[in-house]
């Protein structure tokens, strides 16, 4: 059974903290994504991965950085986390080449920035 | 960049009846995949149906069904025999091809409904 998990379901972090969000997927995917889900927003890609050290912005990236050591594991930073930045997050793994595009997520992490 | 709209932003249907979500999205692409998700409350997304943009044939996975309309960028989601389990958000996702790398692009989502 395919399996994307995030490290924690529920944060809740001070203004200015630094924040890591962690993402691991066990099906040898070799993108991976982060998307902020907001009520009335629907899901916005901030940034995803095509592989190991490869990066790229999505459509809200400002404030967040990411980190692929591995292939298996995808981290969202918050250098210094602010109250807009409280959201849930979810994190997505999907192979390359020629497929269907079909995307397995996580069950989400919620942050609350106080 | 590629838009999706999903014009109803809360839906209700009772047991048993049908349900039509709609989608329509903007793009200068001709190759292309359009995808229904389902976001059960407090669980995670799960892929409901997946149309390629080729095919003329609807896309159809047991009760889900989608109307594919390639020339007015329509994709619709129908379900029929509506079950309680159904209530979820429901997002629309389009994504361009080749896709390597390539990221889905998502609507607002519709929040479902299912009452007995």
């Known amino acids: 059974d395919v399996k994307v998990t995030q490290s924690s379901r529920y944060l809740v972090k001070r203004t200015g903290e630094k924040v890591f969000l962690e993402c691991v997927q066990d099906?040898?995917?070799?993108?991976m994504f982060w998307y902020r889900q907001d009520p009335g927003l629907g899901l916005r890609l901030i940034y995803f991965s095509y592989d190991v050290k490869m990066k790229e912005k999505g459509d809200i990236p400002e404030g967040y950085s990411v980190s692929r050591e591995k292939k298996e594991r995808f981290s969202l930073i918050l250098e210094s986390a602010s109250t807009n930045q409280t959201s849930m997050y979810l994190c997505?793994?999907?192979?390359?080449?020629?497929?269907?595009?079909?995307?397995?997520f996580g069950e989400g992490s919620r942050l609350t920035v106080l | 960049a590629q838009t999706v709209t999903q014009s109803q932003p809360e839906m209700s249907v009772q047991e048993a009846e049908t349900v039509t979500l709609s989608c329509t999205y903007d793009?200068?692409?001709?190759?292309?995949?359009l995808f229904w998700y389902k976001q059960p409350p407090s669980r995670q997304m799960i892929l409901v149906i997946r149309q390629e943009a080729y095919k003329q044939q609807n896309a159809t996975e047991n009760r889900f069904s989608v109307n594919f309309q390639k020339a007015a960028k329509s994709f619709s989601l129908k379900i029929s025999d509506s079950q309680l389990g159904d209530t979820a958000m429901y997002f629309c996702a389009f994504m361009k091809v080749p896709n390597s790398g390539y990221a889905l692009n998502f609507g607002k989502g519709t929040s479902l409904l299912v009452t007995p």
């Open positions: 997505a793994s999907r192979t390359s080449g020629a497929n269907t595009g079909e995307l397995f």
């Open positions: 793009t200068s692409e001709n190759n292309y995949y």
């Open positions: 099906m040898d995917h070799e993108n």
